[in-house]
């Protein structure tokens, strides 16, 4: 339990590092930002009470908002994230069911089942995300454009770095 | 009562989901001005050591830019010491100068963290209060205007970057003289939009523009950009698109200026518009 719990909060450390350090300066001409950060609420296990899953989204996102300097922006989006992350999941749920003691990984369920399950989660992230952060429906499609091309780059960050890290 | 803690169990995630949403949302929404550097406040003591560390490795990746620029700077500066000019009237006495008093006083800072990919984009730098710097200062650096200093904590100050939504200087085309709003479009970093230019006024691709003066933030005459294209809008006025002199992703020393009679001026002006 100990074991498992630092093991995750290793994860969060090292994905909030690696946005700050790396994934924030990837930018075209300001167009283009991924969020990598997310994939912390991608990895969590399936059976995680429905309260930790929360709590630990919400505490991404501030932690985020708080290097941001973004007050509020990260957090909804990360716990609107969060809070669909069960019902993505029982929409791509195989016949079965997960069984216990499998994790959301590349690894187990195949490339179709995680990109499908990444990208309806990332996509729900960045749209809150960018929309929040321009806060006006003014440059709609200018808006639209930005969240759904930084949404392509996360999801292939992702999926990328699934075959290095997680890789049997 | 039985029947509510029954719906409350079954409901528990979505009540949590939108306690903690709304929360979120509080802290959006409820963001006033105050509050709001309140938070830029706290977010740059929290992120301001880490931050410090990342530029701190990222100096040494451009040290050889940066210490091109910086002499390139004390060739121009040496160039205007009064010991680099020669006395062409042989016998004057030295006249202890009264005319002029100073107006601008200049700050080294550092920046530690920088974005350009948001809306709303802000600059941290590694000096605050305790080294003099207030809120509405100008930044600049030699490559041209940079932003204007927002928040400011003990060691550190939040800067309203030029790539900011909310930014607005008076630039002026240094030709002739006719002046306008300058703001960022949002759309590309390497670009700003000056606007309320008459259309008689003869203007060209390749004109600069510098700061006025006006409104007492940045000194006069500072480059902000050079023009790209214009076009005509509503008929009367252009909307020129400025390509800016900064390449906002490479900040890392900047000079902060202090407008002394600032102050002055300001209060002048309210009691003038009462």
Known sequence: MIKEFLKYLFQFV????????????????????????????????????????????????????????????????????????????????????????????????????????????????????????????????????????SMMLTSLIIIISQFFVFRQ | MKNLLRFIFRHHFLILFLLIESFSLFLLFSANPYQKVLFYTLSHQVSGRLSTRIENFKDYLSLHNENHKLAEENARLYNRLRSSFRLNTPDSAPVIDTLYSRRYLYLTARVINNTVNKQFNYI????????????????????????????????????????NRGFTVSGKIRKNGYYGPVSWSGKNTGFATLIDIPHHVAIAKGDTIVTSGFGGVFPEGYLIGIIEDFRLKGGNYYEINVRLSNDFRKLSYVQVIKNITRQEIDSLETRVAQ
């Open chain 2, 124 to 163: 941290t730098l590694d000096r605050g209060s305790s080294s003099g710097i207030e809120p509405d200062m100008a930044v600049i650096n030699s490559d041209g205007i940079v932003g204007i200093v927002k928040s400011v904590s003990g060691n550190y100050s939040g800067v309203l970057s030029v790539l």
């Open chain 1, 14 to 149: 090292v994905l909030i590092l690696a946005q700050l350090a790396v994934f924030k300066n990837i930018e075209f001409s300001g167009y283009i930002n991924p969020y990598v950060y997310v994939l912390f609420i991608l990895l969590l296990p399936f059976y995680i009470p429905r309260i930790v899953l929360l709590i630990s989204a919400f505490t991404l996102g501030l932690v985020m908002d708080l290097f941001m300097g973004t007050p509020g922006v990260h957090s909804t989006a990360t716990v609107l994230m969060a809070f669909s992350r069960p019902f993505v999941l029982a929409l791509f749920s195989p016949r079965e069911g997960y069984q216990t003691g499998t994790l959301p990984r590349l690894s187990e369920f195949g490339l179709e089942w995680f990109v499908k399950y990444t990208i309806i989660l990332v996509f729900l992230h960045h749209f809150t995300l960018f929309y929040l952060e321009v806060f006006t429906l003014d440059y709609f499609f200018s808006t639209f454009f930005r969240a759904l091309l």
